[in-house]
């Protein structure tokens, strides 16, 4: 069964850091594309972050952008979101997504960021 | 960027309706879009990808279809596990995104 399954979230300060894990099985993690996708409470999808097969190439929301950064380890199967200098606009749960044939499937059930003095 | 637009934003159906969403995009997005839906709690799951092509799994009363800027989904009989948000989203160009939803509610 392919899982996607997300950790890392919690509770931080504006301006504070968060590094978010999503550890993938059930499918070759190495051949496909990965994306980072947000929901504010109450909200539609956000998509944040994409990355391609060997982590060479990046692509991210304008609002994340130099804040934000998105990696992979294809041997550990993993995909990683570091987040630097948190706003309380952040404020969402983080899915990690598998890209397939231009859409995304599936998705993780998320971690929640709460950023909040 | 593109946007995308979502129309109704809400819906009220009863079992058996057929029932059609639209996606309209701000421009041409080579019918680079995908359908989701979500249900309260659960991650959100892919009907359908450009524009037409039904996600493995996914039962036959479900459809897409448009091309250029103007996409629709459609439900031919509306099952009570169908009542659910609906989200297109564009993938031909970044950033990603996507429609602002549609909530289909029991009439």
């Known amino acids: 069964e392919v899982q996607l399954v997300e950790s890392g979230g919690g509770l931080v300060q504006p301006g504070g850091s968060l590094r978010l894990s999503c550890a993938a099985s059930?499918?070759?993690?190495?051949?496909?594309?990965m994306s980072w996708v947000r929901q504010a409470p109450g909200k539609g999808p956000e998509w944040v972050a994409n990355?391609?097969?060997?982590?060479?190439?990046?692509y991210y929301v304008d609002s994340v952008r130099g804040r934000f950064t998105i990696s992979r380890d294809n041997a550990k199967k993993s995909l990683y979101l570091q987040m630097n200098s948190l706003r309380a606009e952040d404020t969402a749960v983080y899915s990690c997504?598998?890209?397939?044939?231009?859409?995304?499937?599936?998705w993780g059930q998320g971690t929640l960021v709460t950023v909040s003095s | 960027d593109i946007q995308l637009t979502q129309s109704p934003s809400f819906l009220s159906a009863s079992v058996g309706d057929r029932v059609t969403i639209t996606c309209r995009a701000s421009?041409?997005?080579?019918?680079?879009l995908a359908w989701y839906q979500e249900k309260p709690g659960k991650a959100p799951k892919l009907l359908i990808y450009?524009?037409?092509t039904l996600q493995s799994g996914v039962p036959s009363r479900f459809s897409g279809s448009g091309s250029g800027a103007e996409f629709t989904l459609t439900i031919s009989s509306l099952q009570p596990e169908d009542f659910a948000t609906y989200y297109c989203?564009?993938?031909?160009?970044?950033?990603?995104?996507f429609g602002g939803g549609t909530k289909v509610e029991i009439k």
């Open positions: 997504a598998r890209v397939v044939f231009r859409g995304f499937d599936p």
């Open positions: 059930g499918f070759s993690f190495s051949d496909y594309w």
């Open positions: 990355i391609n097969l060997n982590g060479g190439e990046q």
């Open positions: 421009q041409g997005i080579n019918n680079y």
């Open positions: 450009t524009a037409s």
């Open positions: 989203q564009q993938l031909n160009s970044y950033p990603v995104s």
